[in-house]
């Protein structure tokens, strides 16, 4: 048994596992929450149900999922890349004067434009790199225009004060950051409550809050489906938060909806398992619900 349990421990995905942690914290640094929400909230999932296999020491399959995690985060990475330089190139270049702009720098303007166009179009094929690339580009030509702005206006002698316009330029950057700041706030948000659902619904799918009495069936029987606790000598904790509805935990009927309680701790489910009558120590075994896998 001591060599079976070394082997397993040797073939566990650990290394995999400290990879996928590296580019999930990769993808948090590049606001992935904010930017690409979708992938960076499957990213999680799947790496939690990686860990989910872990423990059960299914490896392998532990290892796909952690396979797939890693892509999804580097696909949430890129994209939220290419979606932050796009909308500050976006930004920054609706934050000039487009009449000043086309009558003083039209060909650097129409550079940048059509760079952010082409980024766009790219973002919508999933072509994030490129995106990226594009957006980079307008976002620098667009940087170039308050200098170029004023060689142009000094050029043609029009008495433009540098002070305005390094003030203009300043009021417009505080206007930018702070409706970005803003946007921001509102998206983390968002993508919080929506990871949030995800991992509820995610939960409930694998671990009922609920299920219905069948004929013949007993709180042992219950208890052990694989779904609820995978393991009869749990059968307590269900009767415990059904006390309401059942006076004898060795008599239920057909039909009952019983409340499946999932946030307990290692020492309720122990409780319950000597109570039961289960052998010591009164640890669940490993295929068993365990509330690490609630958490």
């Not at 082997?7 to 993808?27: F, G, R």
């Not at 509102?186 to 694998?206: H, Q, S, Y």
């Not at 122990?270 to 009164?282: E, I, V």
């Amino acid at each position: 048994m001591f060599f079976m349990l070394c082997a397993c421990v040797a073939h566990a995905p650990v290394n995999e596992k400290q990879e996928t942690e590296e580019i999930l914290k990769s993808a948090f640094a590049a606001e992935s929450p904010v930017y690409a929400p979708n992938e960076y909230a499957k990213a999680q999932e799947v790496f939690y149900l990686a860990n989910l296999e872990m423990d059960k020491l299914n490896f392998k399959k532990a290892r796909d999922l952690l396979e797939d995690s890693k892509k999804e985060a580097q696909l949430a990475i890129c994209k939220a890349r290419a979606s932050k330089a796009i909308k500050l190139a976006k930004t920054q270049l609706e934050g000039f004067d487009q009449s000043q702009l086309k009558e003083y720098l039209p060909d650097t303007c129409s550079i940048a434009q059509k760079s952010l166009r082409k980024a766009e179009s790219a973002f919508r094929s999933k072509k994030y790199n490129l995106a990226k690339q594009k957006a980079d580009l307008s976002l620098q030509l667009s940087g170039e225009f308050p200098k170029l702005l004023e060689k142009k206006l000094l050029e043609e002698k029009i008495k433009t004060p540098k002070e305005i316009e390094r003030e203009k330029i300043s009021k417009q950057s505080e206007e930018i950051i702070k409706k970005a700041k803003k946007e921001a706030v509102a998206i983390i948000a968002k993508a919080k409550r929506e990871g949030a659902a995800i991992r509820a619904r995610a939960l409930e799918k694998m671990f009922p809050s609920s299920c219905t009495v069948g004929k013949g069936e007993t709180l042992r029987v219950i208890a052990g489906r694989r779904k609820i606790y995978n393991d009869p000598y749990q059968w307590p904790l269900i009767y415990k938060a059904n006390r309401d509805q059942i006076r004898d935990p060795h008599q239920i009927f057909v039909g009952q909806h019983l409340v499946i309680p999932r946030t307990i701790t290692i020492e309720e489910v122990r409780d319950a398992r000597m109570q039961a009558g289960a052998l010591a120590p009164y640890d669940p075994p490993p295929e068993a619900f365990h509330p690490s896998d609630y958490e």
